[in-house]
């Protein structure tokens, strides 16, 4: 996992979306599909997710969509379990 890519973004830098992508909308929590080529601005980039502004609005882009903006995705820590533990 490459935290520094999502590091190098800078606030207000544009990206146009290279696929249609599930965001979570700041700060309501629903989930809605951003659509291919829609530029988004970059508000802020920290640990695994991206903030981004869209058409007046913030969304939450996650790790596992950053191939959306053209970055590498990252993968989904929740995902993982620990094996059971053995009494």
Do not use: H, W
């Not at 979570?24 to 508000?43: H, N, W």
């Not at 920290?46 to 007046?56: A, C, R």
């Amino acid at each position: 996992m490459d935290l520094e890519q999502v590091a190098s973004l800078e606030r207000g830098q544009q990206l146009p979306l290279q696929r249609d992508v599930e965001a979570i909308a700041i700060p309501f929590g629903s989930t809605e599909t951003l659509a291919e080529d829609s530029v988004v601005s970059v508000m802020q980039a920290k640990g695994s997710s991206v903030s981004v502004g869209f058409e007046g609005r913030l969304y939450l882009i996650e790790g596992r969509n950053l191939d959306a903006l053209g970055l590498e995705s990252l993968l989904d820590l929740r995902c993982l379990k620990r094996p059971a533990k053995k009494r």
